[in-house]
């Protein structure tokens, strides 16, 4: 299984950015991906998650903020992310449901 987050970046507070998690080595469609978050000194969280189906859940934090979808063509999660806030600064993973490595993930930078 391999996992490749990408996006991430430096943005104001207010700013947006897209994550993309491009994935392979197992059957993408059939799972549910989530997206986590590891801001500095702070344990990892949970952030959204997306089934096969495209049923989606979300952190309370980032609830009309953020937005999971997923394109199974592509084999490819993303997270649109509006109103960034300083609180938002992490660096963010994709993970399916059933794998407990996490890739190296994308940093995630608002500045206020």
């Known amino acids: 299984v391999q996992l490749v987050e990408s996006g991430g970046g430096l943005v104001q507070v207010g700013g947006s950015l897209r994550l993309s998690c491009v994935t392979s080595?197992?059957?993408?469609?059939?799972?549910?991906i989530g997206w986590y978050r590891q801001a500095p000194g702070k344990e990892r969280e949970f952030v959204a998650t997306i089934t096969g189906g495209g049923i989606t859940n979300y952190a309370d934090s980032v609830k009309g903020r953020f937005t999971i979808s997923r394109d199974n063509a592509k084999n490819t999660v993303y997270l649109q992310m509006n109103s960034l806030k300083p609180e938002d600064t992490a660096v963010y993973y994709c993970?399916?449901?059933?794998?407990?490595?996490w890739g190296k993930g994308t940093l995630v930078t608002v500045s206020s």
């Open positions: 993970r399916p449901a059933f794998l407990s490595d």
């Open positions: 080595g197992f059957a993408f469609s059939a799972y549910a």
